[in-house]
């Protein structure tokens, strides 16, 4: 079982609100990603770190911005959430080629 | 331009079958290819990975080949059993320990 965690696991939330989506794992992987997923759909790339201080937009382009200032910690932000933003976001960390993924959050935009 | 392909269509197998499932790419050449297990409302759990240069790869009741002539790869469950039943996914080496995911092929395993 990996350890990465992600929360909330589930978030209902207004138009407008600012939201910060929280990943955090304690095996010491230099790096991180996020994905985005919808029903039925694959993964899709939005966010990924190579280590502290080092972020990259992913293959889908994404609203949200994310932060590596610890090693273990790689928050997700969304300034101002849309319906748009509905889907489920899921965090995983590596050392080489496995990916380590997070139980993800179910984000819902009203 | 790239894709990866797997099978929309839920695969029903009896217990105790052998369940395979398809992926293939096109305009990808990657490294190596890895299966996943994605359960509903859950991340992905790693199961498989299998690099260029080998044809096959075996963990316990799980077999994948890798063609990269045929850009193919094939993931086999023996003995399937209801606890099997799942998403597998399906994702290829896109540089730098980035992946490139399949939309994945459901699997129901019928006692």
């Known amino acids: 079982e990996a350890d990465i965690y992600q929360t909330p696991r589930y978030l209902v939330i207004g138009t407008g609100k600012k939201i910060t989506l929280e990943c955090s794992q304690t095996m010491g992987h230099d790096k991180m990603y996020w994905y985005q997923q919808d029903p039925g759909m694959e993964l899709h790339l939005i966010h990924y770190?190579?280590?502290?201080?080092?972020?990259e937009k992913g293959d889908l382009s994404s609203e949200s911005t994310v932060s590596r200032i610890r090693t273990e910690h790689f928050p997700l932000t969304l300034e101002s959430a849309r319906p748009s933003h509905t889907s489920q976001y899921l965090c995983?960390?590596?050392?080489?080629?496995?990916?380590?993924f997070g139980p993800g959050t179910r984000l819902l935009v009203l | 331009s790239q894709k990866i392909e797997q099978n929309s269509e839920a695969l029903n197998i009896q217990e105790g079958k052998t369940a395979t499932l398809t992926c293939n790419y096109t305009?990808?050449?990657?490294?190596?290819l890895q299966w996943y297990r994605q359960d509903p409302g859950r991340g992905p759990v790693f199961l498989l990975l299998i690099r260029e240069n080998e044809k096959e790869k075996r963990k316990e009741r799980l077999k994948v080949t890798f063609d990269t002539t045929l850009k193919q790869s094939l993931f086999h469950i023996t003995a399937s059993q209801p606890a099997d039943s799942a998403t597998y996914l399906c994702a290829l080496g896109a540089g730098n320990n980035r992946l490139a995911f399949g939309k994945g092929n459901q699997v129901v395993v019928i006692p």
């Open positions: 305009n990808y050449s990657p490294a190596y």
């Open positions: 770190s190579y280590g502290v201080n080092s972020t």
């Open positions: 995983a960390s590596s050392e080489y080629e496995t990916q380590y």
